[in-house]
């Protein structure tokens, strides 16, 4: 990765600034490890999958967004 391999001479965070990238990300991905954030995002596209599935593909956005509603998942339209 180019950031291991130029941290020494530059250092994580000004190759990350230089890049655009937040110093964060990086370590984040250094480590294999997920944000929560993105570990319930990921838990509510499986629930949003499943109740569009279990209603033939046929349910648009809105309702879909009731049906989690009713099945009291805290999500915005």
Do not use: P
């Amino acid at each position: 990765m180019f950031v291991d391999e130029h941290r020494e001479s530059f250092g994580v965070e000004r190759i990350c600034q230089t890049l655009e990238v937040s110093a964060s990300a990086y370590y984040e991905r250094r480590t294999g490890r997920h944000s929560a954030l993105r570990l319930e995002d990921e838990r509510l596209l499986a629930e949003i999958k499943l109740v569009h599935a279990g209603n033939y593909e046929a349910y648009g956005s809105r309702r879909t967004w009731k049906e989690l509603l009713r099945r009291d998942e805290t999500v915005a339209r």
